[in-house]
Nanobody, 122 residues
């Protein structure tokens, strides 16, 4: 089986920074794209940042210039560096990966982490 485990969430004041990490483990053959999503209370889950296996990135408009997504393929890890945080960034942040597992090497499958809470106080 595959697990995605996030870490790095917490409480921070507006203007502060946090760095989220997500480690993928298990019977992984290869990882395609990795992403960070977030879900605020009573709102739908939304894509925050996305990175391909080749390192191409894209971001939600409201986080451009403040957040940076990166990955370490050797460690099966994706990061989200969040700077200049705002109260509206408060949400549960979820890691997502599309990857191929050893027992099914033909198709990429989507996996999700359980989330890590980020709270930004004003």
């Amino acid at each position: 089986q595959v697990q995605l485990v996030e870490s790095g969430g917490g409480l921070v004041q507006a203007g502060g920074s946090l760095r989220l990490s997500c480690v993928a483990s298990g019977s992984i053959l290869s990882i395609n794209a990795m992403s960070w999503y977030r879900q605020a209370p009573e709102k739908q889950r939304e894509l925050v940042a996305h990175i391909t296996s080749g390192g191409s990135t894209n971001y939600k408009e409201s986080v451009k210039g403040r957040f940076t997504i990166s990955r370490d393929n050797a460690k099966n890890t994706v990061y989200l560096q969040m700077n200049s945080l705002k109260p509206e960034d408060t949400a549960v942040y979820y890691c997502h990966a599309n990857l191929k597992i050893i027992t099914n090497p033909w198709y990429g499958v989507d996996y999700w982490g359980k989330g890590t809470l980020v709270t930004v106080s004003s």
